[in-house]
């Protein structure tokens, strides 16, 4: 990889979610801090259009909680862009 190049990952704000959390923790698996950067974003919406605009190359979203679940709009986002692929899921 370039080291001009950095990867964006996209993940729900504010700074300190567990979704920032787990975006730093899964690009730590696979790149140094210098060839990435996070891009926080206001809404689950946010996170899954930035990544089917090509503002970011990777996305962090939340599909389940401990306090209800299902994280319902992350499930409705997707089925709204079906060109997301998704990748893994992430403990």
Known sequence: MESSKQVTIAALSPAGTYSEQAAHK???KTYTSEQYKLSLHPS???VI???VTNEC???VVPVENSING???ST???L???MAVQLLLQFY
């Open 26 to 28: 899964l690009a730590k």
């Open 70 to 72: 299902r994280v319902i």
């Open 49 to 51: 259009e930035s990544l």
């Open 44 to 46: 689950i919406r946010s």
């Open 79 to 81: 089925w709204q862009n």
């Open 75 to 77: 499930s409705d986002t």
């Open 57 to 59: 190359n990777l996305a």
